[in-house]
């Protein structure tokens, strides 16, 4: 057991049907899909009450998601404890400045990465919202929902993806 | 049986938690908290990305169903539109390979100490988030209702019981990871 859980990396298949069966669990007991991308939605409601006081909380965005601690904000924090259990357990945990694969292809000067992918970030977290949903929400627990809106939006996250990724390398 | 603790607060607050450990914890065991392999995965030379979520979509869709049938679980589809669905996604998508993450893996990432994911993507992702609140009424009222068709699911569509769609799909899903294995990828 022990040795399992310490090892680098586990089959994509074996972590695959992990992630459906963690699915029906937060159907089950929560009765919710597995979804993340709401929950920055609800922090940047939070930074932005912070400085801007409780009036951003009456924006029609925010009256739809309120900007508060809800399960998947909780859900979220956790994954970032669990990644870095797994990652620990394995030896894994390592503070990385920049990627292996962009500094072979940019150059290892994390000003450049970090710019990149700050702005990677915006339009992420526009199309997230403006799709309503990410490779989370979509991509995997909308689809296995069979929901039409989630099928399309997954293809266009890989066509979009796709195209990006052979333009800029 | 469930319902009572579906209403429970701060027993969900946990529950979410303890989902998230896991959750986080998966996706870092299966190696796609790596901006490496989600770039490659978009650059289709490792495709770790797509075995990880197909599998996950079979067991789940099996799973979810099986748990609807038996009246323990009820769907929840998000609502879509062309304009909401398609655009968003590919506006999604281009975020998506310039970051390397997306927003439930950067997390993972963030955990293993990926600097890239903390410093700059989540800080990118919290503005994106934040200028689309700013612009959704006006969004609202124009494009994300075009071609609105709402919380749709396949079998609503096509007027059949869900099973007879779920099946074929799983089956498709299965032969395709077996053609991606064959073929070496």
Redesign the interface.
């Known amino acids: 057991m022990i040795e399992w859980l310490t090892l680098k990396q586990w089959s994509p298949y074996m972590v695959g049907i992990g992630i459906g069966l963690l699915n029906c669990i937060a159907f089950l007991l929560s009765d919710k899909p597995l979804a993340c991308s709401t929950a920055y939605s609800r922090t940047s409601g939070m930074l932005e009450g912070f400085c801007l006081g409780p009036k951003v909380a009456d924006k029609p965005y925010y009256k739809k998601f309120p900007p508060s601690i809800e399960w998947d904000w909780m859900l979220v924090l956790g994954m970032i404890i669990g990644a870095f259990i797994s990652a620990a357990l394995s030896g894994q945990f390592y503070l990385e400045w920049v990627p292996p694969r962009w500094a072979e292809a940019f150059g290892n000067i994390p000003f450049g990465r970090w710019a990149v992918a700050f702005i990677g970030g915006i339009i992420l977290g526009i199309g997230a919202r403006w799709a309503g949903g990410c490779t989370s929400g979509h991509g995997i627990s909308g689809t296995l929902q069979l929901a039409v809106s989630s099928w399309l939006a997954a293809i266009c996250f890989f066509v979009g993806g796709i195209i990006t990724a052979i333009l800029i390398f | 049986m ?1 319902r009572s ?2 209403a429970r607060k701060r027993t ?25 392999v989600i ?2 995965q ?3 030379v490792d495709f ?1 990305v797509v ?11 099996v ?2 169903h099986f ?1 609807r049938s038996v009246g ?11 304009g ?17 993450y ?16 903390l ?16 612009v ?2 006006k ?2 009222r124009s494009i ?1 209702r075009k071609a609105d ?1 709402g ?5 609503q ?1 096509l007027k059949v019981n ?1 099973w007879i ?2 099946l074929p ?1 799983a089956v498709g899903i299965v032969l395709l ?1 077996l053609l991606i294995e064959k073929s070496g990828l």
């Open positions: 469930f603790l579906h969900q607050l946990a529950i979410g938690l303890l989902l998230g450990i896991g959750f986080g914890f998966l996706l870092q065991k299966g190696g796609v908290t790596r901006y490496d770039i490659g978009l650059l289709l770790t075995k990880v979520m197909l599998s996950a979509v079979v067991t789940g869709m799973g979810v748990l323990l679980a009820t769907l929840h589809p998000k609502p879509g539109s062309l909401s669905s398609v655009i968003g996604g590919l506006i999604f998508g281009v975020g998506f390979a310039l970051l390397g997306c927003p439930g893996t950067i997390a993972g990432a963030v955990g293993q100490g990926s600097l890239d994911g410093f700059g993507g989540m800080a990118g992702i919290l503005l994106g988030a934040g200028l689309f609140a700013e959704y009424p969004l609202d994300l068709f919380e749709l699911t396949f079998p569509l869900p769609i779920v799909v990871l």
